[in-house]
């Protein structure tokens, strides 16, 4: 196994690659590998440990006015998801994306947001990281 320590052509910094079989990948996938982990919080609060950093603070609940639900997989909860995300420039998944080698990364279609969830009318709503972008058929040449 060997590990990149500069960008080059080859790909970016801090990634490894075995050479026996061709795989490749970052820290999180060494940890997760190594403690045998799968949940990707698990993954992260052992990255967290290692790299000696503090768990974050949790943010404060806040009440939040709820919109009428749209079907699963509509149209509606789709252009809902889009409306409520954000540019994707100087965030962690500009960071992750451009990490994994991909670097066209701008335009209105290029879009980070958090999904909110709530597995069951018992449960509290949970907001977890996501990535969102806008498809479109390409224009006929």
Known sequence: ?????????KGPAGKWTDAAT???GDLLDVIRE?????DFKDVADEARSFL?????E???DRPRSRAPSASTG???AAGRLFAMSQPISR???????????????????ACVTAAVTNPDEQSPTET???MIAAVADLPAI
């Open 128 to 130: 977890w990281p996501a």
């Open 22 to 24: 061709g795989e490749h």
């Open 91 to 109: 965030t962690l998944v500009e960071a992750y994306l451009r990490s994994r080698g991909i670097t066209f990364l701008h335009g209105p279609e």
């Open 52 to 56: 000696s950093l503090p768990h974050p």
């Open 1 to 9: 196994m060997f590990v990149r320590l500069k960008e080059s052509v």
């Open 34 to 38: 190594s403690c045998g982990l799968v």
């Open 74 to 76: 509509s149209p509606e």
């Open 58 to 60: 949790p943010e404060p």
